[in-house]
């Protein structure tokens, strides 16, 4: 409920975590992989699914704050782009039309907790197409930390169902945080 206020109140204004530019971590992927279908999970005001639009990928961006949603729209309205943004909660939202070629996260999984950990990379497997890619950036947490961060035994949960094929150690606003790229295992067929 705590993070639910404090996102809530942050959107009123202009929230740090909101630059308007996308990472170069997404615009290498961009500029050396062909258009698909994508998903941004926890889009926030949409700059980074503006940014998959304009490289020619059908985007959908999903995102719990109904005033981030409505930036968005906004956005992408002005920019004279399509994107299908949704309000909805990642661990409760069902009705997206799937799969994806690309699946986006920065900041999104590592806020949430524990137990809404397991049911997002329950949904997560079944979203992703086989050799579909998975990018993910977060903060990064000690396995005794509970909930915030993106621990070890989250990779090791992640690493269940996907490849990593990258990762990139940095910090961020002085606190340890991470690039994951993973891939879905091609289909047997």
Same mark, same amino acid.
């Given at each position: 409920?705590?993070?639910r206020? &404090? ?13 308007g530019i ?5 615009? $290498?992927y961009l +500029? ?10 926890g889009?926030?005001?949409? *700059? ?11 985007? =959908? ?5 109904p005033k981030?949603?409505r930036?968005a729209?906004?956005? =992408? ?13 990642? *661990? ?7 799969? &994806? $070629?690309?699946?986006? $996260? ?7 907790? +524990?137990? +809404?950990?397991?049911?997002?990379? /329950? ?14 950036y977060g903060?990064? /947490? ?9 621990s ?8 269940a169902?996907?490849?990593l094929? /990258?990762? =990139?150690?940095s *910090? ?10 993973? *891939? /879905?295992?091609?289909? $047997?067929?």
């Open positions: 409920m705590f993070r206020i &404090f996102y809530f109140f942050s959107y009123l204004g202009k929230p740090p975590w909101d630059t996308s990472p170069p971590e997404l615009m $290498d +500029a050396n992989h062909s258009p698909g279908k994508s998903l941004d999970l889009c926030g005001t949409g *700059t980074n699914a503006i940014t998959m639009a304009k490289n020619g990928w059908s985007v =959908t961006g999903i995102d719990y704050m981030a949603i930036q729209r906004r956005k =992408t309205q002005q920019a004279g782009l399509q994107i299908d943004y949704q309000v909805g909660d990642v *661990t409760q939202f069902n009705p997206l039309t799937g799969p &994806f $070629d690309l699946i986006l $996260d920065i900041g999104c999984f590592h806020n949430l907790p +524990a137990q +809404a950990k397991i049911i997002y990379q /329950s949904k997560l497997s079944r979203w992703l197409t086989p050799g579909a890619t998975f990018l993910l903060f990064l /947490s000690s396995d005794s930390e509970v909930g915030f961060g993106i070890s035994a989250d990779m090791a949960s992640f690493s169902f996907l490849i094929a /990258s990762r =990139t150690d *910090t961020d606003r002085s606190r340890p945080s991470t690039w994951l790229q993973y *891939t /879905s295992p091609e289909s $047997d067929l």
